[in-house]
Each structure stands twice: as structure tokens, then as C-alpha cells.
């Protein structure tokens, strides 16, 4: 059976972000079956059941996630929704909030009330300026219809809901970083434990989901947990999946299939494959920049969780993009390495320093000033940071040198020795 | 102390403070309403908020520091923020860059003398199937090449 896209069945119908055209195609009737055949506890054991991964990164199961939160309630709990999309490659998110908030907002009201919090809090990255006026307003229509508010849809459940825009650091999609900086602070990622389902935002229980795994909830609580965990790659890879390509292939863009998807399939069929005809794929990054590169001989790969997790590197937020024969590995790293410095919240020592230094080798052997044992200072640097700081930022700068410099070792012993960067002006083009 | 900002804009942060449980979550809701009315948030400014919120000036300042949006210093009518990172990078984003230095006759980070334009390189702005990508102000455009360019500017003289 074709697989029928879902997550992105509105999205190009004209007026898809609003409540009326959201309605038509039968939106909110999730909300509806949701608050009225299941209890809270009965919706978790729902999305449990579907096998629901976390779509923000590190594909830990939403179900368990909720679980984890203190079963007394002396506290108020937090729904915090990450939509603080800053992954390079990824844009999925945007696309969601854009032009479906409501299918977005819908998971969000189901997910509070299974967690039973009466406040969420929408994050949204402070560059979406379009995405939070598009979600103010679908806010706006949410409560005027009565799916937000007091006592929504005659079921005794409240739900109050605060967008907060965020002011631009990558960090913040981090989940203790977003909590800090809900709180009106700098975004200094915390030390876990404790999780933040048990001290999360304001020090109470705190459920952090982002916005593709929300949006997954909706279609849950409409279609069921067979229907979803039969899709994709059971039993631990299911659902529909909503992946990024960019770089250089001829039609970028957000794909929607089922998770399991062979990754040539989605850059010669979706994204209609390389850009030039005459310079075939070189390297690809399956899922956002922070992830191990696959060289092209080993893009043969399933784009699910735990094949991504076999063949080295992991699907990440699937912002995957692509390299072609012309672009100077160098030169990429060197780009990737000044994002995460730039990035770097300074907090850790190995993290604030090592990306510093990372930057001016990499800057030395692009320019052809390099060291003779430059390649192997990255490659013990990238491994100082990697499990030596307070998150996993330490991990999404080491892993693109750890595996950059081990795939393409030729490439930069070439730079070292040469002292030139050969492929620099085919790169920009 | 005298309050630096308009009366309205005084009143939107009192809202704040009560919008959430607790009044430090207003701090950055609060900084954009003043940076929306001033163009840049000044030392007078954060001393403005920090005695709203009640904490000190040294706190909103090391806050103000931390996030990018934030603009220490008045930018151009139109700020132009061309996306530098790896996607971007891979379709052209150093041509559109060198070519946009040359057009407005500034370096990057720089506001013309006017004030009619400022330029930043900024990182990953979530757009990659639009690369190359550039924001301005909250206009957002994707893929620009150097005659895309030339019309956007066109449009803003």
C-alpha cells in the first residue's frame, strides 16, 4: 500500500494554518475522541503504545518520557513545547507552525491534558517571526472555539496557553537551556538529574516535547495506536516522519514519509536528486549538522532510528542535507565547527575552549598555514569535549570532527601537506 | 528614575509581570517591547527593566549579552541578516555576502552611515531548502542570488 502523507495532509490547501479550513478536514475530532474516551493515564498508555519516538533529536519514546513525572500532584505541571528549531538542515518545525499550527496545537492540548497540566508554554526560536504570528493567531481561534481555556469542550479540563519567543541561541533548543531561558535567564543548559519531569521549569515537573512529536499526538488520538505503530519500521521505528534535504540537490525541501525511508530513495525520488548532473554525491549528513557524515558509499541507509544508530550515525532532527564532488570537506567542517563556536554557551570549559581552538586549525589548514599534526590535534580535541560537558552540545561539535576528519583523512592530511585548499572555489558555487 | 519608555510600552510590562508564575519570565518579552520601541536596548534601558523585575541591571545585562537578537546598539532601517551557515554556505551564501558588501559599501556588522542599511552574517536561520537565505528585519527571502538581490534593494530605496 502507497503510504499516504498525514503530518503534511493540509499543508498545501489555500488557508491551511487556518481554524475553518483546519475544521473542514475534520481537525479537532482527535481533541474531541481524546477527552472523551480516554482518561489521562488511558492516553498515555496510548501514545505508548504507538511507540511515538521524541522527533526533536535523541528519539527517546514520548510515552515513557510522560511517565517519568511524579505521580503526586502538590505541584503544578509544566507542558513546555520546543519549537525552538535551530538544528543547520532542519526546517520541518517551521513548516508545521506555519501552515498547520492547529494540527500542532491540537497534540499540544491532547499532550496537557494526558500529563494533566493546566500551563504550556510554547518556545518558539525568536527568527520565526511569520511562525509566532501564525501560531498567536491559531491560539487566538483555539480559544475562541473553546479548545482552550476553562473547562474545554465540557470535559473539566483548563488549559492556558503563553507563547514565548526566544532571542536567538542555538543552545535553547536544549531542554534545560529553554527552561532557563523561560525563566528569564541566559541559557545555561542544567545538570541532569534531576530530569525536568521532576524539576523542570519554575522547579516543578516539566514535560518537554517538540513540535513534530506533538503534532504526532493529534493523528494518535485520531487514528489510534495500532494504525500509527503500524507504519514506519515496527516495533520501535513507527510513525510518519517528516525529513529535510538541502545542500546540493536539485529540489530541497520538507518530505514526508514513513520512518524507515531508504535515504537514496528520499534524495533521488523526493528531493529529485544532485543538483549538477556532473558532480555526483560526495557526502551526506542525515540529520542535522551535529551528526556523523556518511560518505557516499555508505548512504545506502535506512532513515529510522536505530538503522541510522547501526550504520554510525543517528537521524537527529532529520535535517539532513547533502554534499556533492566539488565541496572541499575542509572547508564544510570549518563552517560547521565556527557555527558551534559561535554557539557555544560557555558554561563547559572543554566545550567554550575546545570549539575555539577547533575553529583556528581548521581556519590554519583551509587557509594553508597548516601543522603536520593538525589532523590528529582535531581529532583528539573533538574527543576531550565529547562526554566532558553539562549537555549534549559537547557531542554535536565532536561527532561532525570526530567523523569528518576519520572519513576524508586524506582530504585534510592533503590541506596539511599541500598547504592550500584545493577545493575551495568549487565549493561556494 | 525616570521611566525611558512610552507610557504604553510601561503598561505591556506590567501585564507581563503578572502573565507569568514567576515575574523573571518577563525579562525577555520585556526587552523586545523595549527594543520595538527603541530600536536597540540602552544601559538606561536595562536599568529601566532590571527595577521592574527586581533584579539588578548586571543581571538584564548579562541576559542582554547572551542572546543575539538583542541590539546593543541602533542597526539600520533595514538589517539585513544573511544565513552563513553550511546549507546556506553550500548554495552561495559567500557570493551573496561579498556581493551585498560591495553593494551597500559596508563590512559586515556594520550599519551605513546613513542608517538606512546594516549587514550581519548570522547562523542557521531554519530556512535551508531557501538557500541561500536572508532576513530582513522580519521579511524573510529565499534563494537569493546577486540579481534577487539587487531587486530587494531596489524595492527598499
Redesign the interface.
Known amino acids: 500500500m502507497a503510504f499516504e502523507p498525514i503530518l503534511t495532509r493540509n499543508i498545501r490547501k489555500p488557508g491551511s494554518e487556518t481554524i475553518d479550513v483546519y475544521m473542514a478536514s475534520g481537525g479537532y475530532q482527535g481533541l474531541r475522541r481524546g477527552l472523551k474516551e480516554f482518561t489521562p493515564d488511558k492516553l498515555i498508555e496510548e501514545v505508548k503504545a504507538s511507540g511515538l519516538r521524541g522527533r526533536g533529536g535523541a528519539g527517546f519514546p514520548t510515552g515513557m518520557k510522560w511517565g517519568f513525572l511524579p505521580k503526586t500532584k502538590d505541584k503544578p505541571r509544566y507542558l513546555c513545547v520546543n519549537a525552538d528549531e535551530s538544528e543547520p538542515g532542519t526546517f520541518k518545525d517551521r513548516l508545521l507552525i506555519e501552515k498547520d499550527p492547529h494540527l500542532v496545537l491540537e497534540g499540544i492540548i491532547l499532550s496537557a491534558y494526558a500529563i494533566q497540566s493546566g500551563l504550556a508554554f510554547f518556545y518558539i526560536r525568536g527568527e520565526f517571526h511569520q511562525g509566532c504570528r501564525t501560531f498567536e493567531k491559531a491560539v487566538q481561534e483555539a480559544y475562541a472555539k473553546g479548545f482552550l481555556g476553562k473547562n474545554i469542550l465540557g470535559s473539566g479540563f483548563d488549559l492556558d496557553i503563553i507563547i514565548y519567543r526566544g532571542a536567538g541561541a542555538y543552545i535553547c533548543g536544549e531542554e534545560t537551556a529553554l527552561l532557563e531561558s523561560l525563566e528569564g535567564k541566559r541559557g545555561y543548559p542544567r545538570i541532569k538529574p534531576p530530569f525536568p519531569a521532576i524539576v523542570g521549569l519554575y522547579g516543578c515537573p516539566t514535560i518537554i516535547n517538540n513540535v513534530e512529536t506533538l503534532a504526532n499526538v493529534t493523528l494518535i488520538a485520531e487514528r489510534g495506536a495500532a494504525w500509527f505503530a503500524s507504519i514506519g519500521r515496527p516495533p520501535k521505528n513507527t510513525g510518519p516522519k517528516l525529513f529535510c534535504l538541502s545542500g546540493h540537490v536539485k529540489r530541497p525541501g520538507v518530505f514526508e514519509a514513513p520512518l524507515g525511508v531508504p535515504f537514496l530513495e528520499l534524495l533521488n525520488e523526493y528531493a529529485g536528486g544532485m543538483k549538477h548532473p556532473d558532480r555526483p554525491l560526495k557526502a551526506a549528513v542525515p540529520g542535522g549538522s551535529s551528526m556523523k557524515i556518511l560518505p557516499a558509499a555508505k548512504c545506502d541507509v535506512l532513515m529510522d532510528f536505530d538503522s541510522l544508530a547501526a550504520a554510525g550515525t543517528m537521524l537527529g532532527s532529520a535535517g539532513g542535507f547533502v554534499m556533492d564532488s566539488g565541496t572541499c570537506i575542509v572547508w564544510a567542517l570549518h563552517n560547521v565547527a565556527r557555527f558551534y563556536a559561535h554557539e557555544s554557551c560557555g558554561q563547559c570549559t572543554p566545550c567554550r575552549e575546545g570549539t575555539g581552538w577547533l575553529v583556528k586549525i581548521l581556519a590554519r589548514l583551509e587557509r594553508g598555514d597548516g601543522h603536520p599534526g593538525d589532523v590528529d590535534l582535531l581529532a583528539g580535541i573533538a574527543g576531550k569535549i565529547e562526554g566532558n560537558t553539562v549537555c549534549p552540545f559537547g557531542e554535536a561539535i565532536a561527532w561532525p570532527v570526530e567523523s569528518y576528519v576519520r572519513v576524508f583523512r586524506d582530504e585534510f592530511e592533503e590541506h596539511a601537506r599541500a598547504k592550500a585548499c584545493p577545493g575551495k572555489a568549487a565549493a561556494a558555487r | 528614575m525616570t521611566i525611558p519608555v512610552r507610557p504604553d510600552t510601561d503598561h505591556k510590562i506590567d501585564e507581563l509581570l503578572s ?4 515575574r ?6 520585556a ?2 517591547l523595549v527594543q520595538e520601541e527603541k530600536g536597540h536596548v540602552s544601559d538606561e534601558s536595562m536599568e529601566y527593566i532590571a527595577s521592574k ?1 527586581g533584579v539588578s541591571p548586571a543581571f538584564v545585562s ?2 542582554v549579552s ?5 541590539h546593543r546598539r541602533p542597526v539600520g532601517r533595514h538589517h539585513i541578516q544573511v544565513c ?4 546556506c ?4 551564501s ?2 551573496l555576502m561579498a556581493h551585498l558588501k560591495a553593494r551597500l559599501g559596508i563590512r559586515d556588522g556594520e550599519t551605513r552611515a546613513d542608517g538606512k542599511f546594516s549587514l550581519a552574517s ?10 541561500p537565505f536572508i ?1 530582513i528585519n ?1 521579511r ?1 527571502h529565499g534563494p537569493v542570488d546577486g540579481t534577487k538581490m539587487d531587486e530587494i534593494l531596489k524595492g527598499l530605496e
Open positions: 502573565r507569568f508564575p514567576m523573571g519570565s518577563a525579562l525577555l518579552p526587552l523586545y523585575i548579562g541576559v547572551f542572546y543575539t537578537m538583542f552563513r551557515t553550511l546549507p554556505a553550500l548554495s552561495g559567500d557570493t548570522v547562523e542557521c536561520l531554519g530556512a535551508c531548502d531557501r538557500a532576513q522580519e524573510e
